[in-house]
């Protein structure tokens, strides 16, 4: 089992989840976050802390976004790593909730 970023984390991408997650097994790309699933202990803590509530367990993933599941594997052995928060874009909140944003996710 594991956790996985889902759709509303792209251009949103607020990265406190990163300060909680023990195995820091978070992995950034220009506009978006993924979880490494190997690493990933399951440990639930990331999940509240996302401001847009961007994160599910695996068996959890909306309808819609299970392809979250194999682009967060993909993605995580690409990325660099990412253990500290840094500052939210300046229009994060306007891409909270904006449905289709899997069009916007940069590599
Ligand atoms: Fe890290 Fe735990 Fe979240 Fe997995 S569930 S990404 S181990 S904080
Ligand atoms: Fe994305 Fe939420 Fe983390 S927006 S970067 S999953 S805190």
């Known amino acids: 089992m594991t956790f996985v970023v889902g759709e509303n984390c792209i251009k949103c991408k607020h990265t ?4 909680v997650c023990p195995v820091d ?16 202990i399951d ?3 990331c ?29 995580a ?6 253990t500290e928060m840094k500052e939210s874009p300046a229009d994060a909140d306007q891409w909270d909730g904006v449905e289709g944003k899997l069009q916007h996710l940069e590599r």
Do not use: K, M, R
């Open 16 to 19: 406190d989840c990163v300060e």
């Open 25 to 40: 097994c978070f992995y950034e790309g220009p506009n978006f976050l993924v979880i490494h699933p190997d690493e990933c």
């Open 43 to 45: 440990c639930a803590l």
């Open 47 to 75: 999940e509240p802390e996302c401001p847009v509530e961007a994160i599910y367990s695996e068996d959890e993933l909306p309808e819609g976004q299970e392809v979250f599941l194999e682009l967060n594997a993909e993605l």
């Open 77 to 82: 052995d690409l990325w660099p790593n990412i």
